[in-house]
């Protein structure tokens, strides 16, 4: 009885401790953004999406990341009006899918916790109500307790079951560039 009773207290332990040594990231959704980019044949579209909260672990034993990263489908902008409208309406349709989601699973590297980091990140990304598996190289910078973090990545969206806006007059890409930029603290997992 005493050796399962000790068994069961050094797994617990063992457990508790992996636990406590995950590393967390708290997105502060004021200083952070999503910026994309939509090319056809005579100009560049830019626009932003906000943030709207986030946060992510990851325990470095396993390199599991567990937690999502939230945008605000309905918050795109490219500062015109009509051009909006059409996205929202017709592409995003972001009354009924008002939120991206990015939820990461697994990193490949290791974050240094002073200084500049270089990670491939896989994780799900759900757009337009549809899950996608989804890789990107995202670059980690920490000092004490705040961090950034860097990506750019392809959303296929045409492929992804949206609408391309091309007409007779207009020709666009069949996908957009995506750049994000988070910024946060840092917090042990057993702080949260």
């Not at 980019?37 to 599991?64: M, N, Q, W, Y």
């Not at 939820?103 to 290791?110: D, K, L, N, Q, V």
Request: with cysteine; aromatic share 6%; charged share 15%.
């Amino acid at each position: 009885m005493r050796l399962a009773a000790g068994a069961c207290f050094a797994i617990l332990s063992c457990c508790l401790v992996t636990r406590a040594d995950q590393e967390c990231f708290a997105v502060n959704a004021s200083r952070s953004r999503v910026a994309f980019v939509l090319k056809d044949v005579l100009h560049t579209v830019r626009g932003t999406f906000e943030v709207e909260h986030g946060s992510i672990c990851v325990d470095p034993a396993t390199a599991i990341a567990s937690g999502q990263i939230v945008v605000d489908a309905r918050s795109g902008n490219t500062g015109n009006r009509s051009r909006d409208s059409r996205m929202h309406k017709q592409i995003l349709e972001s009354s009924l899918y008002p939120h991206i989601v990015f939820a990461p699973s697994h990193i490949r590297g290791a974050i240094s916790p002073l200084g500049q980091s270089t990670l491939d990140v896989d994780g799900t990304f759900t757009i337009h109500g549809a899950a996608h598996p989804l890789t990107t190289a995202v670059a980690v910078q920490v000092s004490g307790n705040q961090f950034t973090a860097a990506t750019h990545f392809e959303v296929p969206y045409v492929k992804w079951g949206m609408k391309n806006p091309s007409n007779f007059f207009l020709r666009v890409d069949d996908h957009v560039e995506i750049s994000v930029e988070l910024a946060g603290n840092t917090q042990p997992a057993n702080s949260r």
